[in-house]
């Protein structure tokens, strides 16, 4: 098995030893295979989704039975909401023991099957590497997503004919172009729009197709939205750009949402956070995606096409310039009301700054992400946790030139620190920052002396204000002036970082912050502590407070 993983360019496996995969240990270290031994099953399913999301490759992780399997739940969890290949090995219970309730005795079709794309069970020795290769492709397979294989502990100590072994065709081809039909229905719809947008999903983040969604916005007079958690579409000076929809969304976003007759969705499903918790839509919708995944939650009215959306935005593009519409003044009222959403936007985020310069304890978010931008090269990976600190950088922090973005889209917390080593080890060569919260960094903290070990360049951003922020603001909402239960331990997460290898540095003050991150950034692995306000912890704390800017 460790043989046909490096016959398959699986660069590493990731997770914590266990008895019950000890064959496949060893077959690594006889193919000098990589074992990335992390501190708990979670960090390693969240590194190697991490890698999954920068690469476009299928991570792997181990993992033992029971605790082990469970543990690793939460990463499967998120490359299901991602969309990402991941394989889960899991060494289960020895089948002469199975169904009489041994120790760490579970099925795992049963655990895994609402969160896993599939679950193979392993019944034979000769059929375990043809259950690994099953995986592999099913995981890549458009809509990718995480395939979770059970293999018997004595099963890894059988015997197997490797000669006999079928070997991977081409990975199968996503769905291609639009056809001419749709694409005369889509360039009508936008043709006939008063005011549009075009929402954008993970194919189109990163700048992937900057330069045709350019050429595309200017065409039809289109604003461009990024999906939840892909606010790294478009720089954020683009005259069409219109910030990231997602939860705890600007006002301004929500009203252009509902403005809109038109929308063009590319790689995205119109789930809650797109749609701001399911705002009720009067668009037209067109939704261009790679392959057919239709849930029961979306708008019914939506029109689905089966093509992959980064060749559509060129299709898209290219027959728009060749149309010869002559309804000019249509497309500069679309124009218009982009212009005019992108004002409301910026007033918005300039009375929620001025508002938290005045009241916030601890150092701004504004500061902090005026040094952050200062301090971090043009091709860094921003990877934050899920919490409420992350409102300001989906909102706010300038993902321009090649800088990328990567959020867990299921709300994991403990993601970020493991899987920006995950983003780390796919885009060598660049700088990778995680940002958590203090809450979300007690859950996989301990991941850092993982990329002290493998000398990852990696600077950890703890934003630090002793609550549960996202908890609290529900609470504040509800239960007004009842806040409970949302108190968070206050050990010093630099000197923690210290004691792990990794060089730490604690901030009370924007001066101090912003000489903290020089020096974090300089090197390899490090932490930066901020205090931060705990009365506001989101951007939308301060609209009461906001005094509208002349």
């Not at 023991?97 to 019944?123: H, I, N, P």
């Not at 982009?338 to 700054?353: D, G």
């Not at 304890?361 to 860094?380: N, Q, R, W």
């Not at 540095?505 to 930066?528: D, H, I, K, N, Y």
């Given at each position: 098995?460790?043989?046909?993983?490096?016959?398959?360019?699986?660069?590493?496996?990731?997770?914590?030893?266990?008895?019950?995969?000890?064959?496949?240990?060893?077959?690594?270290?006889?193919?000098?295979?990589?074992?990335?031994?992390?501190?708990?099953?979670?960090?390693?399913?969240?590194?190697?989704?991490?890698?999954?999301?920068?690469?476009?490759?299928?991570?792997?992780?181990?993992?033992?039975?029971?605790?082990?399997?469970?543990?690793?739940?939460?990463?499967?969890?998120?490359?299901?909401?991602?969309?990402?290949?991941?394989?889960?090995?899991?060494?289960?219970?020895?089948?002469?023991?199975?169904?009489?309730?041994?120790?760490?005795?579970?099925?795992?079709?049963?655990?895994?099957?609402?969160?896993?794309?599939?679950?193979?069970?392993?019944?034979?020795p000769d059929q375990a590497p043809a259950a690994i290769l099953a995986a592999l492709r099913k995981a890549v397979t458009e809509p990718a997503g995480p395939v979770v294989v059970s293999i018997p502990a004595d099963h890894f100590y059988g015997e197997v004919d490797e000669a006999a072994q079928t070997r991977l065709p081409q990975t199968p081809a996503r769905h291609g172009v639009?056809?001419?039909?749709?694409?005369?229905?889509?360039?009508?719809?936008?043709?006939?729009?008063?005011?549009?947008?075009?929402?954008?999903?993970?194919?189109?983040?990163?700048?992937?197709?900057?330069?045709?969604?350019?050429?595309?916005?200017?065409?039809?007079?289109?604003?461009?939205?990024?999906?939840?958690?892909?606010?790294?579409?478009?720089?954020?000076?683009?005259?069409?750009?219109?910030?990231?929809?997602?939860?705890?969304?600007?006002?301004?976003?929500?009203?252009?949402?509902?403005?809109?007759?038109?929308?063009?969705?590319?790689?995205?499903?119109?789930?809650?956070?797109?749609?701001?918790?399911?705002?009720?839509?009067?668009?037209?919708?067109?939704?261009?995606?790679?392959?057919?995944?239709?849930?029961?939650?979306?708008?019914?009215?939506?029109?689905?096409?089966?093509?992959?959306?980064?060749?559509?935005?060129?299709?898209?593009?290219?027959?728009?310039?060749?149309?010869?519409?002559?309804?000019?003044?249509?497309?500069?009222?679309?124009?218009?009301?982009?212009?005019?959403?992108?004002?409301?936007?910026?007033?918005?985020?300039?009375?929620?700054?001025?508002?938290?310069?005045?009241?916030?304890?601890?150092?701004?978010?504004?500061?902090?992400?005026?040094?952050?931008?200062?301090?971090?090269?043009?091709?860094?990976?921003?990877?934050?946790?899920?919490?409420?600190?992350?409102?300001?950088?989906?909102?706010?922090?300038?993902?321009?030139?090649?800088?990328?973005?990567?959020?867990?889209?299921?709300?994991?917390?403990?993601?970020?620190?493991?899987?920006?080593?995950?983003?780390?080890?796919?885009?060598?060569?660049?700088?990778?920052?995680?940002?958590?919260?203090?809450?979300?960094?007690?859950?996989?903290?301990?991941?850092?002396?993982?990329?002290?070990?493998?000398?990852?360049?990696?600077?950890?951003?703890?934003?630090?204000?002793?609550?549960?922020?996202?908890?609290?603001?529900?609470?504040?909402?509800?239960?007004?002036?009842?806040?409970?239960?949302?108190?968070?331990?206050?050990?010093?997460?630099?000197?923690?970082?210290?004691?792990?290898?990794?060089?730490?540095?604690?901030?009370?003050?924007?001066?101090?912050?912003?000489?903290?991150?020089?020096?974090?950034?300089?090197?390899?692995?490090?932490?930066?502590?901020?205090?931060?306000?705990?009365?506001?912890?989101?951007?939308?704390?301060?609209?009461?407070?906001?005094?509208?800017?002349?």
């Amino acid at each position: 098995m460790a043989a046909l993983l490096h016959e398959y360019d699986i660069p590493w496996v990731a997770g914590v030893s266990g008895e019950s995969f000890l064959p496949l240990l060893d077959g690594m270290r006889n193919e000098s295979l990589p074992f990335l031994s992390t501190c708990h099953e979670s960090g390693a399913a969240f590194l190697a989704v991490g890698y999954a999301r920068a690469s476009g490759r299928p991570g792997v992780i181990a993992v033992t039975r029971g605790p082990g399997a469970s543990n690793a739940l939460i990463g499967v969890h998120e490359a299901s909401q991602a969309n990402v290949p991941l394989v889960v090995l899991v060494g289960q219970l020895e089948s002469g023991f199975r169904g009489r309730r041994a120790l760490q005795e579970m099925e795992y079709t049963d655990v895994f099957r609402s969160a896993a794309k599939d679950v193979f069970e392993v019944t034979r020795p000769d059929q375990a590497p043809a259950a690994i290769l099953a995986a592999l492709r099913k995981a890549v397979t458009e809509p990718a997503g995480p395939v979770v294989v059970s293999i018997p502990a004595d099963h890894f100590y059988g015997e197997v004919d490797e000669a006999a072994q079928t070997r991977l065709p081409q990975t199968p081809a996503r769905h291609g172009v639009l056809s001419r039909a749709a694409l005369d229905t889509i360039v009508a719809m936008i043709q006939g729009a008063r005011r549009g947008a075009i929402i954008c999903g993970a194919d189109l983040a990163g700048g992937a197709a900057a330069e045709a969604l350019d050429a595309l916005a200017q065409r039809s007079g289109f604003g461009v939205l990024g999906g939840h958690a892909f606010p790294d579409v478009l720089p954020p000076d683009h005259p069409s750009w219109l910030g990231c929809s997602t939860i705890r969304g600007p006002r301004a976003v929500k009203q252009l949402l509902r403005e809109a007759d038109v929308l063009l969705v590319l790689g995205h499903r119109l789930g809650d956070r797109v749609t701001q918790g399911y705002l009720p839509l009067t668009a037209r919708i067109a939704i261009v995606q790679p392959a057919p995944d239709i849930g029961w939650d979306e708008y019914l009215a939506a029109e689905f096409y089966y093509a992959d959306p980064v060749a559509a935005v060129a299709q898209i593009s290219e027959r728009l310039a060749q149309s010869h519409d002559d309804r000019e003044a249509e497309r500069e009222a679309r124009t218009a009301w982009v212009r005019s959403s992108r004002h409301a936007l910026a007033l918005e985020k300039q009375e929620i700054i001025a508002a938290e310069a005045r009241e916030a304890g601890g150092v701004p978010f504004g500061a902090i992400l005026e040094i952050l931008d200062g301090a971090l090269p043009d091709d860094a990976n921003v990877v934050s946790d899920a919490g409420s600190f992350n409102d300001w950088f989906v909102r706010y922090f300038p993902f321009r030139a090649q800088r990328r973005y990567f959020g867990p889209l299921s709300g994991s917390m403990g993601y970020a620190l493991p899987a920006a080593q995950g983003v780390q080890l796919a885009l060598r060569g660049t700088r990778t920052v995680a940002l958590v919260g203090d809450g979300a960094f007690l859950m996989t903290g301990l991941e850092l002396a993982t990329a002290v070990r493998l000398r990852l360049p990696i600077t950890v951003v703890v934003f630090k204000n002793g609550i549960w922020g996202s908890i609290a603001l529900h609470q504040d909402a509800r239960f007004p002036g009842r806040r409970f239960a949302v108190d968070l331990p206050q050990p010093s997460f630099a000197a923690l970082a210290e004691s792990l290898g990794a060089r730490g540095f604690s901030a009370q003050t924007t001066e101090e912050f912003s000489a903290a991150m020089e020096a974090a950034c300089a090197g390899g692995p490090s932490l930066v502590e901020v205090t931060t306000d705990a009365v506001r912890p989101s951007p939308n704390s301060y609209l009461s407070l906001a005094a509208p800017l002349g």
